[in-house]
C-alpha cells in the first residue's frame, strides 16, 4: 500500500490516517439522520439519481428527478462540475471544484462521484434540494497521482479508479471508503470497466497496445497484460547465408482511452483505438514517420468479458474496401484520436466521441470488428470527451470539452447526407466562471494540436496528438528519415531545454515544429497558428501531485546522480538536467545515418519509457545496466545504489 | 415471410438511407428480427442451416466434350482473333502465347457465371466471363467447369428463396459446353430493403456465404474491385472456421429507379444514375458466453471517394434494359433528334 497522504480542505474535517477527508456541514438542508460516515448523503430530500445503475465514469452523466433529467458535467479547463437541465438546455449551477476533473461518476442515491487528476483526489458531491445550488462536498478520498477513470463493482460495492501518472488501479469500499487494492499498472492507465460478476476489471492504456486485466479478488494481486495490436507474423527473411524467422507486420494499439461494455449477455468489453505502423525501424524512411501507407488505423479491439481474449478479428489490420479503397487517401475523417465510448441499453450500438475529427461515429455494437460496421456520424463541437444516452427518448447528449459546448442528437433521425451530418444538433455552451477560463491561444493551439486531417500538419491525416499524446508521448519508435526515433515527451520539457529534436538538429522549437510538419508531408502552420500551437504545448504540465517526498533512498540517489563517479549530471546539468550539447555515446542504431545525439531532458523521465534515441531499452534499470562507460559509469554501483538512482530519477 | 415483431433499433437505423423510407410502413426493413423471432436477439449462425456446394473442382471433368447441350443459359463466343487450332504448334516464346479462347455471355440478365480459374483482374460476379490459356500448351485443351447462379425467390415454388446452381463443363478450344449438374441451396433471408434488394445467407461447413439481391447495382468487393453487377447477385464468403470472429465489407451503389416513361430520357448507352450507396458490414463473432456465433449485418453511409467510384461504375441502360430495348430507346431518341 502507498503512503497516504493528509489533505485538508476547506474547513473540512482532517482525516490524517485514513484515505477520506471529511469537507463542509451541509447548510441548505436539515439532515434527516445522522450521516453513518463523513462521505454519505447528508440529507433526504429528493434529489437526481441516475436513470439505471450506471457503471463507468465519464466526464457526462444525466441523472433524473419528477420526470426531468439533469446533466452532469466535468469541465476540466474551468475544474467546474456544471448542472444543466438536459430537457431545455439550460445550465442551473455551476459548482466550482478544487482542481482539473477527469471523469464523474453518479451513485444511485444521487451523489456525484468526481476523479480530480489536477488534485489526486476523488471527491464526494451531494445535489442540494434546489438544483439551482452547487453542490455541497461531503469528503474527498485520497488516490493515486492523476485519477482518470472510476467504476462501481456490481452493486456499487467498491469504487474503482485509475490514476495516470500514478500508474495504478485501486479500489475503495463504498461504506468505509476504506481503500482496499492497490494494484500497479503499466503507463497510461486510462478507462477502467468490471466485469459482471465483479471479479476482475480491465483497464485500456493509451499508449503501450495492452489492456491490463485485473483480479479484484485478492488482496496484493497483479495485473496481466492483453495485447491489443495485430498479432505478429513470422517472416522468413535471409541475412547473407543464414536465414532468419523475423516478427513482422506487427502493429501496435494506441490511443486507448476509452472502455465500454456491452450491457447484454455476450459478455463483451470494446476498446476504441488506433493501430499504429511504426514502420521498418532498420530502413530509414523516404520522409515522414512510418513509410507505410496507413500509418494509423482506427479500430475497435473487442474483448471476451469472460475468456480475457481479443477477437482476432476486431484488431485485423486490412484496409477496409468501404472505406478507402485501398489508395491510402489522407484519414480526413477517421477516428485517429478515440477518447470516449459508449454502449445503450440494448446493447446495439457503440458510440464513440473522437477528438480531431469532432465527431461521434456509431457502430454495431454486436461486430466482430466494429470498425468496418460504421452505422451513422454526427459532427459535434470540437472535443468531443463525454457522452451520455437517454435511454428512453434516445437522445444522445455529447460534451466537447475543447469549444465547453454541450449537444444533444437525435440518434433516431434520419441523415440526408454523411458529409452534412450535423443537422438537428442543439447546443448550449456553458457560462465560464471568472478567473477559471483558458487563454485564447491555448484554446486553439489545443484545437490545432488534435486536428485529425489538417493537411498543414501532415500528409497523411495524423494529428500531433497521434503520437505526443496528451502532449506526452506514444512510446513507440518510429522508422525515420534520419533512423529509428523514440516519440519525445512535449509536457514539461519544453523550457529551457533547446536545441531540439534528438539530434539537436532545431535551435528553435518554432523551427523545429515547422521541420517536423515538412517531414510529415504536412504544408506548415501560418505564424499565429503556429504560436497558439507553442502557447498550448508550452502550457502542458504535468499533475499536481506528482511531487514526491524525498525518502532517503531518493537522497541516496540524488548524490550517486551527482557523483563524480558516475558522471550522470555532466551531461544531464541544471533545471531542466540537459547541457543542451550533442554527444557521441556510441548509440547509433541500425539504420542511424548520424552518431551524436542532443543530450535529453530528464524532467518527468519516469513518464516516457521506453529510453534512447531507438526506445531500446524498456527500463531505466535495464538502461543503466546496459550503458555503463557509453553514458556515464554505473557498473561500480551496488544494486542498491543503481535502485536508488532509479528512485531519484522517477522523481525528477 | 410474416413480419410480426417491431423493427428493431437497429432496423429503424437502416431508415437513415433514403431507400428505406420506403418500406417502414409496409414490411419492414430489418430481417435479423424475422429471422429472429423464434430466439429474440440477433441471429445466430445455428438458425442457418448448413448445406454443401459441390466444389467446382471436385467435378469428375470429361476429358473433352464432343458437342454442346442445348438449352444452355448462355452462348459460347468465340473471339475472331483466336488463333486457328491448326496453328497451335506456333510459339512466340518459350512460356506460349497467352490467348483469349471463349466469352461465356448470359442469355438472362439474372444469370451469374462463375469460372474458379479466372484471373483476378476479371469481375467474377457479372453476368459474362472471359476464359483465357496459353497456346502451346495442354491447358487450352483442358475441360473447365464453369458455373451459373441465379436465384430462385418465387414464392409460389413452395420450396422458399433458393440459390440454384448450374454447372458446366466448357471445352475452350472446341468451344462446346456441357450441362453437368445442379444443385439448389436453400437461403436465409437475413436482410431485406425495398425494391429488390435483399441480403440472403447460406452456410458450408467452416464458412458463410452472404448472397445480395441487388439488380442494376455497382459494387466494391472486399478485395477492393469496383464493378456494375451485371447479374443482380453477388455472393461473398467469410471463413468461420476455427476462429471466434470474422468480418468483411463492401459498398454497392443502388439504382435510381426510373419510371418506365422516363427511361426514353436516357440515352441508351448512358450510365444508371446511382440513387444510394450503402456500406455494409458482415461479421461473425461469438464470446464465451455466446451460445452461438452471432451474424451481425450493419449498414451505412459510405466515404465519398468510395461513393464516387461506385457512381462510376454503375451499369449502362443498354445492360440492365437489354441490347434490344436499348436499340429501340436509341433509335426512338435519334428520330426525336
Request: net charge neutral.
Amino acid at each position: 500500500m502507498r503512503k497516504a497522504w493528509c489533505v485538508g480542505v476547506g474547513l473540512g474535517l482532517f482525516a490524517c490516517g485514513s484515505t477520506v477527508t471529511r469537507s463542509n456541514e451541509p447548510t441548505s438542508a436539515k439532515p434527516a439522520a445522522l450521516p453513518a460516515h463523513p462521505c454519505a448523503r447528508a440529507h433526504a430530500q429528493k434529489i437526481p439519481v441516475p436513470f439505471r445503475a450506471n457503471q463507468i465514469g465519464g466526464a457526462l452523466a444525466l441523472a433524473r428527478r419528477d420526470g426531468s433529467t439533469i446533466a452532469y458535467i466535468a469541465d476540466e479547463d474551468t475544474a467546474t462540475l456544471y448542472t444543466v437541465d438536459a430537457a431545455s438546455l439550460k445550465e442551473l449551477a455551476a459548482t466550482p471544484l478544487a482542481s482539473k476533473p477527469s471523469q464523474l461518476l453518479l451513485h444511485s442515491d444521487g451523489r456525484v462521484f468526481v476523479a480530480l487528476a489536477g488534485g489526486a483526489r476523488v471527491e464526494v458531491l451531494e445535489p442540494a434540494g434546489n438544483l439551482a445550488a452547487p453542490l455541497q462536498e461531503r469528503c474527498s478520498i485520497e488516490t493515486p497521482v492523476e485519477p482518470v477513470a472510476l467504476a462501481w463493482t456490481p452493486g456499487e460495492q467498491q469504487l474503482v479508479v485509475t490514476s495516470g501518472w500514478g500508474h495504478a488501479l485501486t479500489t475503495y469500499d463504498t461504506k468505509s471508503f476504506e481503500r482496499g487494492l492497490e494494484v500497479e499498472l503499466p503507463r497510461d492507465p486510462r478507462s477502467v470497466v468490471v466485469s459482471d460478476d465483479g471479479t476482475k476489471a480491465y483497464v485500456a492504456h493509451a499508449t503501450g497496445s495492452q489492456l491490463s486485466l485485473v483480479p479484484l479478488t485478492r488482496t496484493a494481486s497483479r495485473a496481466a497484460s492483453l495485447w491489443v495490436g495485430t498479432p505478429g507474423k513470422l517472416d522468413t527473411q535471409l541475412d547473407g547465408t543464414r536465414t532468419l524467422l523475423k516478427l513482422s507486420a506487427q502493429k501496435f494499439a494506441s490511443q486507448g482511452f476509452a472502455l465500454a461494455k456491452h450491457p447484454g449477455t455476450s459478455g463483451r468489453v470494446l476498446a476504441p483505438q488506433v493501430l499504429v505502423d511504426r514502420g521498418d525501424l532498420e530502413r530509414p524512411t523516404s520522409r515522414g514517420y512510418s513509410d507505410s501507407r496507413v500509418p494509423q488505423m482506427a479500430s475497435v479491439a473487442v474483448v471476451d468479458e469472460d475468456a480475457g481474449t481479443v477477437l482476432p478479428s476486431s484488431v485485423d489490420d486490412s484496409i477496409d474496401a468501404a472505406v478507402n479503397l485501398g489508395w491510402g487517401e489522407p484519414q480526413v475523417k477517421e477516428c485517429l484520436l478515440p477518447r470516449v465510448a459508449l454502449v445503450d441499453p440494448k446493447g446495439e450500438s457503440l458510440f464513440v466521441g473522437c477528438l480531431g475529427v469532432d465527431q461521434v461515429i456509431e457502430f454495431d455494437a454486436m461486430s466482430a470488428d466494429p470498425r468496418r460496421a460504421e452505422v451513422k456520424r454526427w459532427h459535434v463541437p470540437a472535443g468531443p470527451t463525454g457522452l451520455a444516452l437517454d435511454p428512453e427518448s434516445h437522445k444522445l447528449f455529447v460534451w466537447s470539452q475543447f469549444d465547453r459546448v454541450l449537444s444533444m442528437v437525435e440518434t433516431m433521425r434520419p441523415q440526408a447526407d454523411v458529409d452534412d451530418p450535423d443537422s438537428g444538433l442543439v447546443q448550449l455552451a456553458l457560462s465560464r466562471p471568472a478567473g477559471r477560463a483558458m487563454r485564447g491561444d491555448v484554446a486553439l493551439g489545443r484545437k490545432l494540436f488534435h486536428q485529425v486531417g489538417n493537411l498543414e500538419i501532415s500528409a497523411d491525416g495524423r494529428a500531433c496528438a497521434s503520437c505526443h499524446i496528451e502532449g506526452r508521448d506514444d512510446g513507440i519508435t518510429w522508422a525515420t528519415p534520419d533512423g529509428p526515433r523514440q516519440t519525445p515527451v512535449l509536457m514539461g520539457r519544453l523550457t529551457g531545454t533547446a536545441p531540439f529534436g534528438w539530434t539537436g538538429s532545431g535551435e528553435k522549437l518554432s523551427d523545429h515544429m515547422q521541420k517536423t510538419f515538412a517531414r510529415l508531408g504536412g504544408k506548415g502552420l501560418e505564424q499565429d497558428e503556429l504560436s497558439a500551437m507553442l502557447a498550448y504545448v508550452a502550457s502542458l504540465a504535468p499533475p499536481a501531485g506528482a511531487d514526491v517526498q524525498r525518502s532517503a533512498e531518493v537522497e541516496r540517489g540524488f548524490q550517486v546522480f551527482h557523483a563524480a563517479e558516475t558522471g550522470c549530471a555532466t551531461c544531464h546539468s541544471g533545471d531542466t538536467l540537459t547541457d543542451g550539447q550533442r554527444h557521441n555515446i556510441r548509440s547509433a542504431a541500425a539504420g542511424d545515418n548520424g552518431k551524436t545525439f542532443d543530450t535529453p531532458s530528464l524532467l518527468h523521465v519516469k513518464a516516457s519509457a521506453p529510453y534512447f534515441h531507438d526506445g531500446r531499452f524498456q527500463s531505466l534499470r535495464e538502461m543503466l545496466d546496459a550503458t555503463s562507460g557509453m553514458m556515464g559509469e554505473t557498473a561500480q554501483l551496488s544494486a542498491a545504489d543503481k535502485h536508488a538512482l532509479v528512485a531519484y530519477l522517477e522523481t525528477l | 415471410m410474416t413480419r410480426t415483431t417491431q423493427p428493431s433499433r437497429r432496423a429503424r437505423s437502416l431508415c437513415t438511407l433514403a431507400l428505406c423510407t420506403l418500406s417502414v410502413g409496409a414490411v419492414g426493413l430489418w430481417a435479423p428480427a424475422a429471422v429472429a423471432e423464434a430466439a429474440p436477439g440477433r441471429p445466430t449462425l445455428a438458425q442457418i442451416p448448413i448445406v454443401s456446394l459441390p466444389r467446382q473442382e471436385a467435378l469428375p471433368t470429361p476429358e473433352k466434350i464432343e458437342e454442346s447441350s442445348e438449352d444452355l443459359p448462355f452462348e459460347v463466343i468465340i473471339p475472331e482473333d483466336r488463333p486457328k487450332q491448326d496453328k497451335k504448334k506456333h510459339v512466340v516464346n518459350s512460356y506460349g502465347e497467352y490467348t483469349h479462347w471463349l466469352s461465356l455471355r448470359a442469355l438472362k440478365s439474372d444469370v451469374c457465371l462463375r469460372y474458379g480459374n479466372a484471373s483476378g483482374s476479371r469481375p467474377q460476379d457479372r453476368d459474362q466471363v472471359e476464359l483465357y490459356g496459353y497456346s502451346g500448351y495442354s491447358y487450352a485443351d483442358q475441360v473447365v467447369s464453369v458455373r451459373a447462379e441465379r436465384l430462385e425467390l418465387d414464392p409460389s415454388a413452395g420450396q422458399g428463396p433458393a440459390l440454384v446452381v448450374d454447372d458446366y463443363f466448357v471445352a475452350p478450344r472446341a468451344g462446346h459446353a456441357r450441362f453437368a449438374a445442379t444443385t439448389r441451396i436453400p437461403l436465409v433471408k437475413v436482410a431485406e430493403v425495398n425494391r429488390g434488394f435483399a441480403i440472403y445467407a447460406f452456410r458450408e461447413p467452416g464458412r458463410l456465404n452472404v448472397v445480395l439481391s441487388a439488380p442494376g447495382a455497382a459494387m466494391i468487393t472486399p478485395n477492393f474491385a469496383v464493378n456494375a453487377l451485371g447479374c443482380g447477385i453477388s455472393r461473398i464468403t467469410i471463413d468461420t472456421a476455427g476462429r471466434s470472429g470474422a468480418a468483411t465489407s463492401f459498398a454497392l451503389g443502388l439504382p435510381e429507379v426510373v419510371a418506365p416513361e422516363k427511361v426514353q430520357d436516357f440515352r441508351a448507352y448512358g450510365q444508371v444514375p446511382m440513387e444510394r450507396a450503402i456500406r455494409i458490414s458482415v461479421s461473425v463473432s461469438q464470446t464465451s458466453r455466446d451460445p452461438a456465433p452471432v451474424l451481425s449485418l450493419t449498414f451505412g453511409d459510405p466515404s465519398r471517394p468510395v461513393r464516387d467510384a461506385l457512381k462510376d461504375r454503375m451499369p449502362r441502360w443498354n445492360e440492365v434494359l437489354g441490347q434490344e430495348r436499348a436499340n429501340e430507346i436509341e433509335q426512338k431518341l435519334a428520330k426525336r433528334d
